[in-house]
């Protein structure tokens, strides 16, 4: 059949355009779809909403650019959060490029919930190799970092003057798109058995559902969706939020391609097709 | 609007027009992003890492213990000569050794042990107890589909079968997940592009 074989052998421009399309529609029409809270969610939440003002937590912001767009929102939830609850914010980061990503997060959401610098916050900045930084921290933090990112000790800032490892912190939080995670399980979480929540991308979310049941995480936000939830516990409408009606019109524009494309095969080759031929609208041809 | 919007908005438009097909504007965004990351990544190192572990410590804190991990550092630079091999190598020894013996315990601990504890750990009470038998039968059948010192036969083969099906729900959950992490960040562009750069769109 003809258009069977047409559209077997569509372009594939056609497909990103339609998904372009499904991304940029409804940022500009909101359809406002309902974001469902999941348990993972829900449960690094109460973790951190049941920290007692003054806590202070260890937030280590482990992503680069090329994921910000799944980890950015989430940092600044968590962080408006915490700011919100008056928990005091010791945040670094194990990645270079995560330097200026942090400070913005963190800025972002300090203006945006009335906190300040070293009263509320601390930014410690980036430190080089993951297992060392998190040892180090267990055994003495100024080891690590005598000095915070601006180049003032940790003695004579609020936050830090009397951390100095991981039994002075109340939790740890690691958002991160890479292994830091696992190792942030297995050094602070097993080692010194902080308390620790996990914020990944959604890549990574399933290998991390068993540390959940074994109560080795209190919660996991993962992905953009993970944030939205986040942002819909903390009653604030951020970036994750905004792109949740384009995640879902493109899944199911996905969806509708998987279907569409599969029944499209099944009845080409039910007719004696060969599948449609070679893609014609492959980019390396 | 600044610059700085101007030229991300540029090279996410020269990098989006791949989707076309290979052209010059993609090469050269590809081109500057490596230098420009490299070059980041150098100055971010000497600034947070060398000068406050090494410079520092030894030229203002007359700190001389600095002066191994800096030795060790320097001989792992030898490898850039045929003949500096060996010298590496006594660096590398160290860095492995020592990280070996960091890493393993840590491992064992939180990947190992801790989730046998889980796996071994009673039902779950009420429906709980559907969850629990299903990751039991999980586990062992997929257990049983990476055990190859067997022929995958009689009751052996049919629990493998069972765990190729667990596998492919994994995988399934695994791929659903990427795929949305990979349009987040498509989204993440498109509301830079639409809000940042062209204004249609509401601020933060």
Same mark, same amino acid.
């Given at each position: 059949?003809?258009?069977?074989?047409?559209?077997?052998?569509?372009?594939?421009?056609?497909?990103?355009?339609?998904?372009?399309?499904?991304?940029?529609?409804?940022?500009?029409?909101?359809?406002?779809?309902?974001?469902?809270?999941?348990?993972?969610?829900?449960?690094?939440?109460?973790?951190?909403?049941?920290?007692?003002?003054?806590?202070?937590?260890?937030?280590?912001?482990?992503?680069?650019?090329?994921?910000?767009?799944?980890?950015?929102?989430?940092?600044?939830?968590?962080?408006?959060?915490?700011?919100?609850?008056?928990?005091?914010?010791?945040?670094?980061?194990?990645?270079?490029?995560?330097?200026?990503?942090?400070?913005?997060?963190?800025?972002?959401?300090?203006?945006?919930?009335?906190?300040?610098?070293?009263?509320?916050?601390?930014?410690?900045?980036?430190?080089?190799?993951?297992?060392?930084?998190?040892?180090?921290?267990?055994?003495?933090?100024?080891?690590?970092?005598?000095?915070?990112?601006?180049?003032?000790?940790?003695?004579?800032?609020?936050?830090?003057?009397?951390?100095?490892?991981?039994?002075?912190?109340?939790?740890?939080?690691?958002?991160?798109?890479?292994?830091?995670?696992?190792?942030?399980?297995?050094?602070?979480?097993?080692?010194?058995?902080?308390?620790?929540?996990?914020?990944?991308?959604?890549?990574?979310?399933?290998?991390?559902?068993?540390?959940?049941?074994?109560?080795?995480?209190?919660?996991?936000?993962?992905?953009?969706?993970?944030?939205?939830?986040?942002?819909?516990?903390?009653?604030?409408?951020?970036?994750?939020?905004?792109?949740?009606?384009?995640?879902?019109?493109?899944?199911?524009?996905?969806?509708?391609?998987?279907?569409?494309?599969?029944?499209?095969?099944?009845?080409?080759?039910?007719?004696?097709?060969?599948?449609?031929?070679?893609?014609?609208?492959?980019?390396?041809? | 609007?600044?610059?700085?919007?101007?030229?991300?908005?540029?090279?996410?438009?020269?990098?989006?027009?791949?989707?076309?097909?290979?052209?010059?504007?993609?090469?050269?965004?590809?081109?500057?992003?490596?230098? *420009?990351? $490299?070059?980041?990544?150098? /100055?971010?190192? !000497?600034?947070? &890492?060398?000068?406050?572990? #090494?410079?520092?410590? @030894? =030229?203002?804190?007359?700190?001389?213990?600095?002066?191994?991990?800096?030795?060790?550092?320097?001989?792992?630079?030898?490898?850039?000569?045929?003949?500096?091999?060996?010298?590496?190598?006594?660096?590398?020894?160290?860095?492995?050794?020592?990280?070996?013996?960091?890493?393993?315990?840590?491992?064992?601990?939180?990947?190992?042990?801790?989730?046998? *504890?889980? $796996?071994?750990?009673?039902? /779950?009470?009420? !429906?709980?107890? &559907?969850?629990?038998?299903? #990751?039991?039968?999980? @586990? =062992?059948?997929?257990?049983?589909?990476?055990?190859?010192?067997?022929?995958?036969?009689?009751?052996?083969?049919?629990?493998?079968?069972?765990?190729?099906?667990?596998?492919?729900?994994?995988?399934?959950?695994?791929?659903?997940?990427?795929?949305?992490?990979?349009?987040?960040?498509?989204?993440?562009?498109?509301?830079?592009?639409?809000?940042?750069?062209?204004?249609?769109?509401?601020?933060?």
């Amino acid at each position: 059949m003809t258009w069977v074989r047409q559209l077997l052998a569509i372009d594939r421009r056609i497909i990103f355009l339609l998904v372009g399309a499904g991304a940029a529609l409804p940022l500009l029409f909101p359809l406002n779809l309902p974001v469902a809270v999941t348990p993972r969610v829900r449960a690094a939440y109460d973790a951190i909403d049941a920290l007692p003002p003054g806590s202070k937590v260890l937030l280590s912001m482990d992503y680069e650019p090329d994921i910000m767009a799944e980890l950015f929102p989430m940092s600044v939830a968590v962080l408006r959060h915490c700011f919100r609850k008056h928990v005091q914010v010791i945040a670094m980061t194990l990645y270079p490029a995560g330097t200026g990503l942090g400070e913005r997060a963190i800025s972002t959401a300090a203006k945006a919930e009335g906190a300040i610098l070293n009263r509320d916050y601390a930014w410690l900045g980036y430190k080089s190799g993951f297992q060392v930084v998190m040892i180090g921290i267990g055994e003495n933090l100024r080891g690590m970092y005598p000095v915070d990112f601006y180049g003032t000790p940790l003695d004579s800032i609020p936050v830090t003057r009397h951390v100095n490892s991981y039994a002075q912190l109340q939790m740890v939080i690691n958002l991160s798109g890479s292994s830091a995670a696992d190792y942030w399980i297995q050094f602070a979480q097993g080692r010194y058995h902080a308390p620790l929540v996990i914020g990944c991308t959604a890549v990574m979310a399933t290998d991390y559902y068993p540390y959940l049941s074994s109560k080795q995480l209190l919660g996991l936000i993962g992905g953009m969706k993970g944030a939205a939830e986040y942002e819909r516990l903390i009653d604030t409408f951020g970036d994750a939020r905004r792109g949740m009606d384009a995640q879902s019109l493109v899944h199911l524009i996905v969806v509708g391609l998987v279907i569409v494309g599969n029944a499209a095969l099944f009845i080409s080759k039910r007719s004696g097709g060969d599948g449609g031929g070679p893609a014609s609208g492959s980019m390396t041809r | 609007m600044t610059l700085q919007t101007w030229i991300a908005a540029f090279l996410t438009l020269c990098v989006f027009s791949f989707l076309y097909k290979d052209n010059p504007f993609y090469r050269f965004a590809e081109h500057l992003f490596v230098g *420009a990351a $490299a070059g980041y990544l150098l /100055a971010v190192q !000497w600034q947070n &890492v060398l000068i406050p572990n #090494v410079w520092t410590p @030894l =030229l203002h804190d007359h700190k001389l213990v600095v002066l191994i991990p800096l030795a060790l550092g320097l001989m792992m630079l030898a490898r850039a000569w045929d003949k500096g091999a060996g010298i590496a190598r006594w660096s590398l020894a160290f860095y492995v050794g020592i990280y070996s013996g960091v890493a393993i315990p840590g491992y064992m601990q939180a990947q190992i042990f801790a989730q046998l *504890a889980d $796996a071994a750990k009673p039902f /779950a009470p009420g !429906w709980g107890a &559907v969850n629990s038998a299903l #990751v039991l039968v999980g @586990l =062992l059948t997929v257990l049983a589909y990476f055990f190859f010192s067997a022929p995958h036969k009689g009751v052996h083969g049919a629990g493998a079968r069972v765990g190729i099906y667990f596998l492919m729900v994994a995988f399934g959950a695994s791929f659903g997940y990427t795929v949305m992490a990979r349009v987040s960040l498509l989204i993440a562009r498109v509301q830079f592009l639409l809000r940042d750069w062209l204004h249609v769109l509401p601020g933060p």
